[in-house]
C-alpha cells in the first residue's frame, strides 16, 4: 500500500484548509489511518487516528473541536477537515497507517506505512 497526501497550503490564521491521504496498492486490507505532523525542530507529533469502519477516531487534544479526520472507503481516502487554524499548526503533515489493531495509535512507532507529508502554514 503506498499513501499519498496532499492538500496543504497556505492560510491565514482561523482559515479551514482539508488534507487528503489516498491509499493506493493492496487497499483491500484494513487498516487504521493516522494524521501526524512536524513542526521544524520538533518531534514528530500524534493529529488525529481514525479505525478502517470510522467508527472509532482519537485526537490530540490541542486539536480537539477543530479537526475532524474521516473516511471515504470507496475512495481508498481519509481526510483531515482542519478548521480554526493557528500559527501553532504550522508543521509537514503526515499520513501513515497500521494494520494492526489493539495498539496505541498516538505513536509514530505503530505505523509502518507513511506517506510523503504535505506543508501547512498557518500566517498570524
Known amino acids: 500500500v503506498q499513501l499519498q497526501a496532499s492538500g496543504g497550503g497556505l492560510v491565514q490564521a482561523g482559515g479551514s484548509l482539508r488534507l487528503s491521504c489516498a491509499a493506493s496498492?493492496?487497499?483491500?486490507?484494513?487498516?487504521?489511518m493516522g494524521w501526524f505532523r512536524q513542526a521544524p525542530g520538533k518531534e514528530r507529533e500524534f493529529v488525529a487516528s481514525i479505525t478502517w469502519t470510522g467508527s472509532s477516531t482519537s485526537y490530540v487534544d490541542s486539536v480537539k473541536g477543530r479537526f475532524t479526520i474521516s473516511g471515504d472507503n470507496a475512495k481508498n481516502t481519509v481526510y483531515l477537515q482542519m478548521n480554526s487554524l493557528k500559527p501553532e499548526d504550522t508543521a509537514v503533515y503526515y499520513c501513515?497507517?497500521?494494520?494492526?489493531?489493539?495498539?496505541?495509535?498516538?505513536?509514530?512507532?505503530?505505523?509502518?506505512?507513511w506517506g510523503q507529508g504535505t506543508q501547512v502554514t498557518v500566517s498570524s
Open positions: 501513515a497507517a497500521t494494520p494492526f489493531f489493539g495498539r496505541d495509535y498516538s505513536k509514530s512507532s505503530t505505523y509502518g506505512l
Open positions: 496498492g493492496r487497499t483491500s486490507s484494513r487498516y487504521v
